[in-house]
T-cell receptor, first 112, second 110 residues
Framework: DAGVTQSPTHLIKTRGQQVTLRCSPK?????VSWYQQALGQGPQFIFQ???????QRGNFPDRFSGHQFPNYSSELNVNALLLGDSALYLC???????????FGDGTRLSIL | AQSVTQPDIHITVSEGASLELRCNYS??????LFWYVQSPGQGLQLLLK??????LVQGIKGFEAEFKRSQSSFNLRKPSVHWSDAAEYFC????????FGTGTKLQVIP
């Protein structure tokens, strides 16, 4: 039973570029949430997708956007990258929006 | 505002000793509460969760946590720590928009 899988594992971009991160939820899960974890910090909630719609959003600018596909997989897009966007981006999936979340190993994004 | 506080940034314990990691929450009503563990370069693994009912919650790897409404606390405990428990531990709370504490890094010495 595959858990939450994220791709790529590592990514290097430069300021101003755009990036897309991908997430496949755990089998049977229909809800995907995205978090940003800066070095030495706890994860910060970005947004949650359920039924292909953004249901909850944290305190992140519009440069951060997402999408959920009919197969429940999800993408996180970040435009106009800033140095401060360097972080570990974690995807979490759950059976429903208010159920415990299971995390992937994350994508490490470095901005030069 | 909803918040989760972990007062201890770093804790060192000897292998075989008992462990307690502190967590305090601030929510209007009793939220769902969680403890996660993160090893270096890895994602987060759910140790245990509290939704309602019995205030003493058993989790994986021999961990337990006790919800105390009067103290707004949800402390994590383990009676005997193993070297493999060295990691960072996060307390979290919320329903859909989960809020994490800043984490407690656990070091285990022989």
């Amino acid at each position: 039973d595959a858990g939450v899988t994220q791709s790529p594992t590592h990514l290097i971009k430069t300021r101003g570029q755009q990036v897309t991160l991908r997430c496949s939820p755990k089998s049977g899960h229909d809800t995907v949430s995205w978090y940003q974890q800066a070095l030495g910090q706890g994860p910060q909630f970005i947004f949650q997708y359920y039924e292909e719609e953004e249901r909850q959003r944290g305190n992140f600018p519009d440069r951060f956007s997402g999408h959920q596909f009919p197969n429940y997989s999800s993408e996180l897009n970040v435009n106009a990258l800033l140095l401060g966007d360097s972080a570990l981006y974690l995807c979490a999936s759950s059976l429903k929006p208010d159920q415990p979340q299971h995390f992937g190993d994350g994508t490490r994004l470095s901005i030069l | 505002a909803q918040s989760v506080t972990q007062p201890d940034i770093h804790i060192t314990v000897s292998e075989g000793a008992s462990l307690e990691l502190r967590c305090n929450y601030s929510y209007g009503a009793t939220p769902y509460l969680f403890w996660y563990v993160q090893s270096p370069g890895q994602g987060l693994q759910l140790l245990l969760k509290y939704f309602s009912g019995d205030t003493l919650v058993q989790g994986i790897k021999g961990f337990e946590a006790e919800f105390k409404r009067s103290q707004s606390s949800f402390n994590l405990r383990k009676p005997s720590v193993h070297w493999s428990d060295a990691a960072e531990y996060f307390c979290a709370g919320g329903y859909q928009k989960v809020t994490f504490g800043t984490g407690t890094k656990l070091q285990v010495i022989p």
